[in-house]
């Protein structure tokens, strides 16, 4: 896995640290190529086709969108523990903030692809997720 | 503004160009791959900055062991939680492409995920409360600053 490669092994800090915690977990799974394109292939019948490459678009969208709250949250947490006479409950609710906010990434993740799936047939999702080469 | 070498240390070992050599190989491996840069990437590349910041703004020897010492055991604790993360990312991948995963399944993973968080920040409070203690207010202030500096290299991936 690319995560484990580059997260195991290796000097860390406190980047790594907060982008460990911070990193929620979106992803497009399979290969290389955008997911918006390889559902764009999958799928033959024009009407769900534009469903479904509507919804694949969203949660491309959506990684953007990722990596700038945890550039946000990272930003934020430094000022926070910077900041004068901060103590251990302030770092912990701070964490705790952005436990939270990773949870509802991540719940939000599920329902992008949820609307993915509904508009793709088992044959289809295979061949965007399997077919594309995996990981 | 932060010294461009750092004080000679009496009492401790002297490992900072080794940590410097291993940072300075790690930013030429994703220099070498910057197309392709992830967040984990620029992870790598700003690893190893806030020991080298500690380093640098601590002068007095005796704290600056400690501030070592603490952030040794904070490293053992990172290595651990990423390698359960990396498992626990892996797991949630799988899980993902497969049309068949269930609602529960998910929520277990969650649940999972969210329980790691919460012990890992359990540990690293402690760690950063204890280094806080270490440090004076200005050292802290200053590597803080050094991180928040680092943010420009984050948002280069915007781009």
Redesign the interface.
């Known amino acids: 896995m690319e995560q484990r490669s580059s997260t195991q092994g290796s000097t860390t800090s406190f980047h790594q640290v907060l982008i460990i915690i911070f990193g929620s977990l979106f992803f497009a799974g399979g290969g290389e190529a955008p997911l918006a394109d390889r559902v764009g292939d999958a799928v033959t019948d024009s009407d769900r086709r534009a469903k479904a490459v509507a919804a694949a678009s969203a949660i491309e969208a959506a990684l953007g969108k990722d990596i700038d709250a945890v550039i946000d949250w990272h930003e934020d947490f430094f000022k926070a523990i910077g900041a004068a006479g901060v103590d251990e409950a302030k770092i912990r609710g701070k964490i705790d903030e952005i436990i939270e906010d990773l949870g509802q990434f991540e719940r939000q993740q599920l329902s992008l692809r949820s609307d993915l799936r509904a508009q793709l047939e088992p044959s289809e999702w295979s061949e965007v997720f399997d077919g594309g080469g995996g990981d | 503004m932060l010294k461009n070498s750092p004080e000679p240390s009496t009492g401790t070992p002297r490992r900072w160009p080794i ?1 410097v050599a ?2 300075g190989a ?1 930013v030429a491996l994703a220099c070498s791959s910057h197309k392709h840069r ?7 590349e ?6 080298e910041v500690l380093q640098e703004v601590v002068s007095d020897p005796a704290r600056s062991t400690q501030a070592g010492a603490v952030f040794a055991r ?2 053992a604790q ?2 651990s ?3 359960d ?3 626990l ?2 797991a ?2 799988a899980k ?4 068949d995963t269930t609602d529960e399944e ?1 929520d277990a993973l ?1 649940a999972q ?2 329980s790691r ?2 012990a ?3 540990e ?3 760690d ?2 204890e280094l ?1 203690g270490v440090l004076e ?1 200005g050292e ?2 200053e590597a ?2 050094v ?2 500096e ?2 420009d290299r ?2 280069e ?2 781009q």
């Open positions: 940590h291993i940072v790690l992830t967040i984990e990437d620029v992870a790598l700003s690893s190893g900055r806030f020991k904070y490293q990172q290595l939680y990423a390698a993360m990396a498992d990312k892996a949630a991948l993902y492409n497969a049309y998910f969650a995920l969210k968080r919460e890992f920040r359990d690293i409070s402690d950063l409360v806080m207010p802290w202030t803080i600053n991180m928040l680092e943010e984050w948002k991936l915007k």
